[in-house]
């Protein structure tokens, strides 16, 4: 280490760890204890209860967010996989392509989410394609902010491929789709599968950009979190309603990291 003695180190170490549990692990335990405080008047809340998770899986909308929140981190995670892999395949032997689908695919990185979403309420209000009160316009801002987040693993995994599995398959008459299928596809199988896992993970999250665009008839779960404590009124069944959101978003990553550790093995 670069702190060479002992008893430094460990005072740094000890700071470290500190540091690392207010800054993450606080704010996960005060939604933790939060979700089932009865009141909250002192260092700790009093009256535990889960009538917290009662109230807030009983509101008329908790269902429906659920599900409208599931079906756009599927679809967005989807599109965004399937472009940022033809990106980074299509741009594989341009390197000026390359920094450009490089610089695209990052933009969305380096512009706030609330930019975003307002550049998208804008684009699609009117012209062409006038998404604004519609579920799509809510896939689209999706799709734009997770396909950054794909296009890095998978651009940096197609960068790694072996051409000479590619040459060998077509020296034995594979047409270009097979060898797609068959031999580039499945190398990248454990990019794939990491990149949708940070994609859903995003997108269940995500609230910023969506808080723009989203009509009345979808909501998101992280929009009726927003709905129910904004005011401070229902604030433990907004930490009731968090704590399940976490936990959903928390299954599906455990579920794709173990798939990706399948297919790496």
Do not use: K
């Not at 939604?31 to 002192?42: K, Q, R, T, Y």
């Not at 269902?63 to 599109?79: D, E, N, P």
């Not at 390359?98 to 930019?115: I, K, M, N, Y």
């Amino acid at each position: 280490m670069l702190v060479r003695n002992t008893a430094l180190r460990h005072t740094v170490q000890v700071l470290a760890i500190a540091l690392l549990l207010v800054l993450f692990a606080l704010p996960f335990a005060a939604v933790l204890l939060g979700s089932v405080a009865g009141s909250w008047s002192g260092a700790v809340p009093s009256g535990l209860t889960l009538g917290n998770f009662a109230a807030a899986v009983g509101e008329s909308g908790t269902l429906s967010a659920a599900g409208a929140s599931l079906v756009t981190a599927g679809v967005a995670t989807l599109v965004a996989v399937v472009l940022a892999t033809s990106a980074a395949l299509g741009a594989r032997s341009a390197p000026r392509l390359r920094t450009v689908v490089d610089a695209a695919f990052l933009l969305p990185v380096a512009v706030p989410s609330v930019a975003i979403g307002l550049a998208i309420l804008i684009a699609f209000s009117s012209g062409p394609l006038p998404l604004n009160g519609t579920v799509w316009i809510v896939l689209v801002a999706h799709v734009v902010l997770v396909s950054a987040i794909a296009h890095q693993p998978i651009s940096a995994a197609v960068a790694r491929l072996d051409r000479r599995y590619e040459e060998s398959a077509a020296a034995l008459g594979a047409s270009s789709t097979r060898i797609l299928l068959t031999v580039v596809l499945p190398q990248l199988r454990p990019a794939l599968i990491a990149a949708a896992a940070l994609c859903t993970a995003l997108s269940m999250g995500e609230l910023t950009a969506v808080m723009m665009v989203a009509p009345p008839t979808w909501r998101t779960l992280p929009l009726e979190v927003f709905s129910m404590t904004s005011r401070g009124i229902h604030l433990y069944e907004g930490a009731a309603l968090a704590v399940l959101l976490m936990g959903t978003t928390l299954v599906l990553l455990l579920g794709l990291g173990r798939l990706a550790r399948r297919q790496a093995a």
